[in-house]
């Protein structure tokens, strides 16, 4: 705020300095970008719960209709095949209540379905907690024989930042990984999958603890993040507003009058 004596408090007045409106130049179109970049992040959030909901109302889906051309994310399926327990993949740093541990994938073999019999899906049967020992992988109980499993289909959203592990084709099992999609256990395994996994529900064969939220953070929180970058913005504008001008003298002259 200025204090310049010389600058008359019974009318408005104003004295740029350039370093601070330089500064609320450069700031302002960022802040009301990253505002803006909430609202949109808001939006997606929305269009995936609408698509949650829409799809999860629908029939289940068998094998045959794994090929289709409609969008089948979160829709609910039910699969016949059998799992392989000697390829698992431990998806590793999955924490739930605060408790480190891994997500278990098996391969399932399709039997059902004329066209599909042989073909393979990725199953994420759930979560287990990790042992102290990082050199120890949980024992899990395997899956026998034909199974029919019934669960949610799911694809990785597009978007995010995944590490590189350095893991290519696995040739020793079982494989921890840092991260997986469909497409990359196609590299692991070697065999061409379908493009969606199955996420087994609770009280599937070989269910371990699921449960998966439909979005990480829900449209109002980011619909709140992109009101604070307004206000800040705001605040910004105020601030500059009063540090290049007599605005408080002539707020006060003015009310005094």
Do not use: C
């Not at 045959?64 to 799992?83: E, F």
């Not at 979560?127 to 034909?146: C, K, M, Y």
């Not at 692991?188 to 529900?201: D, P, T």
């Amino acid at each position: 705020m200025t204090s310049d004596p010389q600058l008359p408090a019974d009318k408005f007045s104003w004295q740029p300095n350039r370093k601070i409106l330089l500064f609320t130049l450069l700031m302002t179109p960022l802040l009301i970008s990253l505002g803006f970049w909430q609202l949109d992040r808001a939006q997606e959030k929305r269009e995936i719960l609408a698509e949650f909901e829409h799809n999860r109302q629908a029939a289940p889906i068998i094998a045959g209709g794994l090929d289709s051309a409609d969008n089948l994310q979160y829709r609910n399926a039910m699969l016949v095949g059998k799992l392989d327990a000697k390829r698992r993949i431990f998806l590793d740093n999955r924490v739930r209540n605060g408790r480190p541990g891994y997500e278990v994938f098996e391969v399932l073999t399709l039997t059902d379905g004329d066209q599909a019999a042989g073909k393979k899906v990725l199953v994420n049967r759930g979560w287990v907690e990790a042992s102290l020992d990082r050199n120890q992988l949980p024992q899990i109980e395997a899956v026998t024989g034909q199974v029919q499993l019934r669960g949610s289909l799911y694809r990785v959203l597009k978007g995010g930042f995944q590490l590189d592990d350095g893991i290519g084709r696995v040739s020793q099992w079982p494989a921890r990984v840092g991260w997986i999609s469909t497409k990359r256990a196609e590299e692991l395994f070697g065999e061409e999958f379908y493009s969606y996994q199955l996420r087994l529900a609770s009280d599937a064969p070989g269910a371990l603890r699921t449960g998966w939220p439909t979005v990480a953070v829900q449209p109002q929180k980011h619909s709140a993040y992109a009101l604070q970058w307004f206000v800040m913005t705001a605040v910004l504008l105020l601030l500059t507003l009063t540090a290049n001008s007599n605005l408080v003298e002539w707020l006060k002259h003015k009310r005094q009058g």
